[in-house]
């Protein structure tokens, strides 16, 4: 395991690499090298004000999205969990789009750069907030229940969207939803990138902390509450630690589908299928995926750049099949 996450980190400091000297403009190692160095030529602006926001970014919201994914397929015993299955990426989708819609984002006070993200954030708990309450009830209603009111809840957030785009107020607002819906790391800041890794940090530390609950739960509901497990607490863990990490990274990125799907599955069969063992590899994948899914999205030249959501769904989809074709195969 200590070679598989030393090859992980190795991938992941080439990828990050590659996303600095790759693009429209391409950088010479030696330019980035002098670029990092000083900040009053044209690749020092490039490197520090451009692509090193957006890699970074990049690399966050992989590790965040491929971390929850293995954590979520743990908590619900599901191989095509993803973060989006609590209704977090729905919520934090409508409330990034109510700040577009009413223009919260576009003012002229200091603030209106973080409206965004900040809605999406609330956007992100209050959904969250909501599957837990239908799926645990005062009696708990165990892991399925969670997964059925998680649907729910996305499904009335996408309402929620669609909603929105129908009133849209002007054409523009309806292109910026959807363009927004679409999901980029284009133009990212460092101010988003601040935004972000508080909650990040703080719902990361939440999903770490699920690790053995998530090895005693891979046993059965019932065997995991002898062993001393309190599945109350673990799934307030589990949806609150997502609430606050993929909800702080959807709110400033957009939808970013199957990462938190793939990463895990690439992972599991290295580290013995053994679910705390899957979490730091799982992380540390999602960041080389994405990464790379940044590089090769900015390699295709279109006009306007291809978004990465949509890469991200081209090259997942045909993983997506494969694996509701293999768990076809294995089921009993």
């Known amino acids: 395991m200590n070679r598989l996450n030393l090859a992980l980190l190795l991938a992941m400091a080439l990828a990050f690499a590659a996303s600095l000297l790759a693009g429209r403009v391409w950088l010479p190692p030696s330019a980035l090298l002098d670029a990092l160095q000083q900040r009053d030529t044209l690749a020092a602006l490039i490197v520090n004000d451009i692509r090193l926001p957006r890699t970074v970014l990049a690399l966050i919201v992989g590790a965040v999205l491929g971390f929850s994914g293995a ?16 209704g977090v990426s729905g919520g934090a ?3 990034a789009v109510i700040a577009i819609y009413f223009g919260l984002n576009l003012g002229l006070s200091a603030l209106s750069p973080v409206i965004g993200p900040l809605m999406g954030m609330v956007g992100a708990t209050a959904a969250c ?14 892991t399925v229940a969670l997964v059925l009111a998680g649907a729910a809840v996305s499904s009335l957030m996408a309402a929620g969207i669609a909603l929105a785009l129908n009133f849209a107020p002007n ?3 309806a292109y910026e939803i959807m363009s ?16 972000v890794i508080p909650f990040v940090v703080a719902g990361g530390a939440l999903l770490a902390v699920t690790g053995r609950a998530l090895d005693a739960l891979a046993l059965g509901e019932t065997q995991a509450q002898s062993l001393g497990v309190n599945l109350a607490r673990l799934a307030a ?3 609150a630690g997502t609430a606050l990490s993929v909800g702080a990274v959807t709110s400033v990125v957009g939808a970013i589908g199957f990462i938190g799907l793939v990463a895990p599955h690439l992972a599991r069969p290295l580290v013995g299928h053994q679910p705390s063992r899957v979490l730091l590899p799982a992380a540390l994948a999602g960041a080389v995926l994405l990464l790379c899914a940044d590089i090769a999205a900015r390699l295709v030249h279109t006009n306007p750049e291809l978004r990465l959501g949509v890469f991200t769904s ?11 074709v293999r768990i076809r195969k294995v089921a009993p």
């Open 171 to 173: 054409p523009y607002a």
């Open 180 to 195: 927004w819906l679409l999901g980029s790391l284009a133009d990212k800041n460092w101010t988003q990138v601040l935004l």
């Open 129 to 142: 907030a909501l599957t837990f309450a239908l799926g645990q009830g005062s009696k708990g209603g165990g």
């Open 71 to 86: 954590v979520l397929q743990g908590f619900t015993r599901n191989p095509l969990a993803e973060p989006a299955l609590l």
């Open 237 to 239: 863990l589990v949806v």
């Open 314 to 324: 081209l090259l997942g989809t045909p993983f997506f099949f494969w694996l509701v």
């Open 93 to 95: 989708a409508l409330g």
